[in-house]
């Protein structure tokens, strides 16, 4: 007897037993029975028979994370013996390397009888989303899991998350617990705004005086081994990084190491200072940019890197004489146009190096010439419009508007996040929701750092994760509760400090990870 | 009590521009900078020197030696000080709200002394020590310092009963509470969700009333968490709140809340106390006698907040009750008979309480040693009417820490002053206002994030309650309360950031502390 579980079945069946307490929740997946298979703690092993995946660095760091995971248990009161014993995994590609839009389906099966649990995946990162599935159907409590096969993969190919580093800098450990906790949402993206107006924390080689002047001290720096070590451990949790270097506003911090870079303009710059955007007249710049990206390119491997290009200010530029003049001399009509010069030569500069980009929507909106590859990235209110408009330009697209997660307030605001639907575009035909390729949650900087990133994102974030991972007929805000309460208990026992979402409650495991 | 209150309308006239911008917070009451060069420490090797026989001190001393040590920062070699010498003047260590924590530092080239009345005076003017180094080169400006509070009463409330928070989350709270000199800690220990006060008199409370085994405070968790609080200055009060969230007790008592099924608590079939139970009356007896000999302090919090009348509207044998005792219909006086009942057992067991304001607001027959806590938005009439009739206030409206919103929220709380309640209030009035409470109710808080939520959050209403009432300007405060948090962090907290972009010279690491 076969017990098909869509939510929809789920509905007042709040706190019970058959919900699966996964987030994001499966595609499918079907019980084979009401019996619950018990954990062997002792003997638990996480194993293939493709001994070459062994081998593999993401596959190898994934078990032994789900392993020391897995360790920290004790034998349930209900399974004091415990009759599953090992996870096997297969897959079928072991040798796609992690890209937006990698195969990230798995199937998991929790067979009744067997003592092995079965998990196949197209790419090792199939595996690591299977794997978290297959740790948060442990019941803690009892030591249980259900008896469940699950074939699973996302709707949106680009499950996005921001932070923030410039306005308050990240030490790598806390990036690192981010990345972990990100991979327990199943997100696939790390949308990294290394720099921005306060502070320029990256190390380039091309350009050393940058952090050596822009970064807010020497101790607030990410050197390249700090970079790959970032790169690194997000492959690891299936994680792409996208690097952002916004330009040509919120720039003021590049402007302490590169003269003449920024565009002068006494009392009318950034923060009522007197340096403004990039200068566009100045012809060096172009170098700068073409060299600083080359190197950013070929550092981060995802093939993707974010141009930014939000949030322009006029008024610094008309304010210096030199430029307006220039600008006369070019037959340069409107400071709009200014901006299309300064970013038509920029993404010119970009196609060169034969990478994928990510701009702000401005880029769009403003109306600039732009390659058909590039994907907007939508950020302000009525996104429904604004999207609408780019898919049917033809571009792609992916949403923040309404998951700035930063903007706290006193409520229990993930449920707003959660009934966001990207799909929710007036009049737009299934060709063109079919360019719609995801979202972003972000954490911008203006008031967390490594003290509280953590508790402010998680499981708030989570929220997110499911509208992109999950079907859209998910969108029980009483099933989610309960699962979204589950889903940050089991991050809490795994050392990341999820805030709670009920107004009273506590979990089996409490997070421990303050020890003076 | 009077003559400060005059002092301070005279300072009303100085602006805090005047002010030396040294990051202290609270911001002492007199500071002037003395012309003689920065003193320069080795903080491996700086020492603390005393006379005092005092063993509480020296652990004071210890505690500010591993904050020195704490980062291994390169030294400088022209070392102008070595020694911080502490004098105490009364060796008697007990901690009342009345205890003395004045105290006077001086720091020059080359010596620096602290004199204190007491040995809490020292906790408080060797913060303001440790708050002067600069860590960067580890210089100290020349300086005096002549310190005292403007309020007594400096609490911080922590509500363990909608979340729970461990033994050594609650300690952490209590140091840093202490480096922002509060003195108080309202340990808001129980409520409708869970009981985790392990109580030796009725066991089952803690069996049958907390979320689990393991979201308890044993007898010796409590001890712990007192004798932690007493070797930072300060005090715990307990708070037992009843007649009204008291949910989590009905499970270990039968006949102890009143039934009234659809009318209860949280959805639950029972409300508040039901005061026509003669055999409440003894459990409470034998629970608060208990209650105040394990929390040695003068005072315990009673509560008396938020009483639901649906439910006993609802019961029939309280209709009938009231009915027999002349007082159908009124609930008011339902509940001014329980609180009455209970402020005799507690008047009987020596100790002073707090109530939350309805008990006075219901016109409850209090005792004149009763402090009012007031908590609604309309504190201002509650402090007016209850300091008319003789009664010490306290203020937590407008201090709800657990309240958060986006950006630099700390500036709503600096803006509140108890003393603020009337233009027109007698000195006699205003010295009534004993100070205030910063409150982190626990719906949306626990382990995760209650410190990085609390600091440096709470440390702008601890400045109101200790510094001078005309230091006031957001602009002053702004850079001392993000030094004070990077301090915090320094120190291995994770207290968050309060201005839009910045950094701290050590950020925070989780696992450092591992």
Partial sequence: ML???????????????????????????????????????????????QGHLLEDKVISSTINRYQHYFSRFKPGPLSPDGDI??????????????????????????????????????????????????????????????????????????????????????????????????????FNVLHWHIVDDPSFPYYSPSFPSLSEKGAYDSNHVYRIFDVLRVISFAENHGI???????????????????????????????????????NPSVDSNYEVLHKLLAEVTSLFPGGFVHLGGDEVPFKCWQSNQDLVAWMKQQGIQTFNDLESYYEEKLLDIVHQLNTSYVVWEEIFNNGLHIQPDTIIHVWKGKWED??????????????SSPWYLNYISFSMDWKKYYQVEPYKIPGATPEELSLVIGGEACMWGEFVDATNILSRTFPRASAVAERLWSSEKQTNIGDMEFRLNKHRCGMCARDIPAETILLRSYCPVEFDGYDW | MIAVLVLCSF??????????????????????????????????????????????????????????????FEQKLNLTLKNLDVVIKDPNEELLLETSENYTLTVKTDSATLQADTVFGAMRGMETFSQLINTYNYTLPSVQITDYP?????????????????????????????????????????????????????????????????????????????????????????????????????????????????????????????????????????????????????FVHLGGDEVHYPCWKSNQDIKDWMSAHNMSGNYDELENYYETRLLNIVNSLNKNYIVWEEVFYHHVDITPQTIVHAWKPNWKKIFQDATTAGFRCILSAGWYISRISYGEDWQNFYQVDPRSFNDTATPEQLA???????????????????????????????ERLWSPAYITDVGFMEPRIEAHRCRMVYRGYPAEPTLSRGHCQVEYSWRRHR
């Avoid at chain 2, 910063?438 to 808080?445: I, L, P, T």
């Avoid at chain 2, 626990?446 to 440096?456: G, I, Q």
């Fill in chain 1, 386 to 399: 604004t999207m609408g408009k780019v898919i049917k330009a033809g571009y792609k697209t992916i949403l």
């Fill in chain 2, 11 to 72: 300072y009303l006239t100085v602006e805090s521009a005047d002010l030396p911008q040294l990051p202290l917070v609270p911001y002492p009451q007199h500071v002037s900078l003395i012309s003689s060069p920065p003193a320069v420490i080795d903080p491996l090797r700086f020492s603390f020197s005393t006379q005092s026989k005092s063993v509480l001190l020296q652990e004071v001393f210890d505690r500010y030696h591993k904050y020195l040590r704490l980062h291994d």
């Fill in chain 2, 150 to 298: 403007r309020y007594k009463f400096r609490g911080f409330m922590v509500d363990t009963s909608r979340h729970y928070l461990s033994v050594s989350l609650l300690k952490q709270l209590v140091r840093a509470a202490s480096w922002s000199k509060l003195n108080v800690f309202h340990w808001h220990i129980v409520d409708d969700p869970s009981f985790p006060y392990c109580s030796t008199s009725f066991p089952d409370l803690c069996v049958k009333g907390a979320f689990s085994p393991d979201h308890v405070y044993s007898q010796t968790d409590v001890l712990d968490v007192i004798l932690f609080a007493y070797r930072h200055g300060v005090i715990v009060v307990p708070e037992l709140d009843t007649p009204g969230h008291t949910l989590s007790w009905g499970g270990a008592l039968p006949g102890f809340l009143t039934h009234c099924p659809g009318h209860g608590n949280i959805g639950s079939d029972y409300g508040p106390v039901n005061p026509t139970n003669e055999d409440v009356y003894p459990v409470l007896k034998t629970l608060f006698t208990e209650i105040t000999s394990v929390f040695p302090g003068q």
């Fill in chain 2, 432 to 462: 009534l206002v004993l100070g205030g409470t910063v409150c982190m109710w626990g719906e949306h808080v626990d382990n995760s994030n209650v410190l990085s939520r609390f600091w440096p959050r709470a440390s702008a209403p601890a």
């Fill in chain 1, 3 to 49: 017990f098909v579980l869509f939510s929809i079945l789920t509905v007042g069946a709040y706190g019970s037993f058959n919900i699966l307490p996964v987030v994001p929740f499966p595609q499918e997946a079907e019980m084979f029975s009401t019996n619950r298979r018990s954990l062997n703690v002792e003997e638990f092993r996480i194993t293939t028979d």
């Fill in chain 1, 85 to 186: 014993t090992q996870v096997s995994l297969s897959v079928v590609y072991p040798e796609a390397s992690l890209f937006i839009g990698v195969n990230e389906s798995y199937t998991l099966n929790i067979d009744p009888h067997s003592p092995i649990v079965k998990l196949s995946a197209n790419t090792r990162f199939g595996v690591i989303r299977g794997l978290e599935t297959f740790y948060q159907l442990y019941n803690i409590t009892d030591g249980t899991f259900p008896s469940v096969k699950i074939r699973d993969y996302p709707r949106f190919a680009y499950r996005g998350f921001l932070i923030d580093t410039s306005r308050h800098f990240l030490p790598v450990e806390s990036i690192e617990m981010v990345i972990t906790g990100l991979a327990m949402a199943k």
């Fill in chain 1, 240 to 278: 792409v990084v996208v690097p952002e270097f916004d330009t040509p506003g919120h720039t003021l911090s590049w402007g302490k190491g590169l003269e003449n870079f920024l565009t002068y303009c006494p009392g009318q710059g950034t923060f009522g200072g007197d340096y403004g955007p990039i």
